[in-house]
């Protein structure tokens, strides 16, 4: 299989995954509305919004990155990422020897 199969394979994750937060965040936008203002349960339905949030971003770079054609190149090194990774981390925008400490 070619790196262009693997990166269509990846495109396709990426689109399912960013369906799943986007559905996510809905739903705990439709909760946070039915919960009291304070308690931990509101916090914790914040915490798990930002987190779908920053999801989303990352995988909407990455799908702009496919469609530019930068998609699973490193941002430090500028050199391929491995399949490997990309699959085990489909947003990821950095091989692991460049990966920001």
Known sequence: MSRQDELGMLRIILERQYERHSTQLALLARQAH?????????EAASALAAASRLAL?????ALHYLEQGR????????????????????????CTTCFPN
Do not use: K, S, V
Not at 34 to 42: E, R, S, V
Not at 57 to 61: N, P
């Open 71 to 94: 998609y699973g190149t490193c941002e430090g090194c500028h050199c391929d990422i491995p399949i490997e990774q990309l699959a085990h981390q489909p947003a990821a925008r950095f």
């Open 57 to 61: 971003a990352d995988i909407a770079r």
């Open 34 to 42: 039915q919960m009291p203002p304070d308690g931990a349960d509101l």
